[in-house]
């Protein structure tokens, strides 16, 4: 039987204020016998200009903790709001809309466009919006990510630990509310993932992005200001400040 730390439940802050509020999420999958419940009611309130990892055994429901915070899925029940926006109420064309601009994805695999350069993957999601591009915020975006040297160049003539970093000038190119990251040093060697850690890091301090990070990683989650651990589906613990050592710690009880 899996053994879960003591469940410390947030209370929800104010919508209003928070950069995501989650409000009794529910999750399932599928119907009848074959049902999977992913997300069993959680409540959380996530602080602008914070870093928070979300850890967890595998198939505790962080994946779909993300889609559903970041309205790249609905939940089956809850509340989700972003920035005070309550998402599961928008039409299918404001939640794309929303996912363009409001909020930024850096994922495991970077994602980019190979055809083109850095500055154009920057770009994109605003000329997918509809919008010009601003060049002088472009490359100050490209200069947060210490690529100002690199923007002309395409993916393949950029190290994995680079090309993670276009993806986040990419995804903060928008000015979003929220970053959300998926296994974001996964593909990168320890070093480059410290890195892109370090610079997530600076993201938040430095210029007050608010970044949502899932890891399997101790070491990465030891970079936010907070974790949050769920387990089959529900938020059952949150550490503050976390230690490498003091989040290894718990992920070996739940999963004992
Ligand atoms: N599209 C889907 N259809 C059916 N079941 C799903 C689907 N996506 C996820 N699940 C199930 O929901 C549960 C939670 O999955 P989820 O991917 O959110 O977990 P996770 O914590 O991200 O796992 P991992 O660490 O292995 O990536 C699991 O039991 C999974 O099998």
Request: contains cysteine; glycine residues 12%; aromatic residues 4%.
């Amino acid at each position: 039987m899996r053994k879960h730390a003591t469940a410390v439940i947030d209370a929800p802050a104010g919508a209003g204020t928070a950069a995501i509020a989650l409000r009794g999420v529910t999750k399932v999958y599928g119907r009848g016998d074959e049902a999977v419940h992913a997300l069993r009611g959680v409540d959380l309130a996530i602080r602008p200009g914070s870093f928070t990892a979300v850890m967890g055994p595998s198939g505790s429901g962080k994946s779909t903790f993300l889609h559903c915070a970041a309205g790249l899925d609905r939940p089956t029940g809850g509340q989700v709001f972003l920035a005070g926006t309550d998402i599961a109420g928008l039409s299918e064309t404001k939640l794309t809309e929303l996912r363009r601009t409001r909020v930024g994805f850096v994922f495991q695999a970077f994602n980019l466009v190979g055809s083109l350069t850095a500055e154009q993957n920057v770009t994109l999601p605003l000329r997918l919006a509809g919008t010009r591009p601003d060049k002088k915020w472009v490359r100050e975006v490209l200069g947060r990510v210490g690529l100002a040297q690199r923007a002309g160049h395409r993916p393949a003539q950029l190290s994995g630990g680079q090309q993670q970093r276009v993806a986040i000038a990419r995804a903060l190119v928008t000015r979003p509310d929220v970053l959300f990251a998926d296994e974001p040093t996964g593909a990168l060697d320890t070093k480059t993932g410290r890195e892109v850690l370090g610079l997530l890091r600076e993201v938040v301090d430095t210029f007050g992005h608010t970044v949502v990070m899932v890891t399997h990683d101790p070491v990465a989650a030891s970079y936010a200001d907070r974790v949050l651990f769920l387990a089959d589906g529900r938020l059952v613990d949150t550490l503050e400040n976390p230690s490498a050592e003091a989040v290894a710690d718990r992920m070996i009880h739940m999963e004992g």
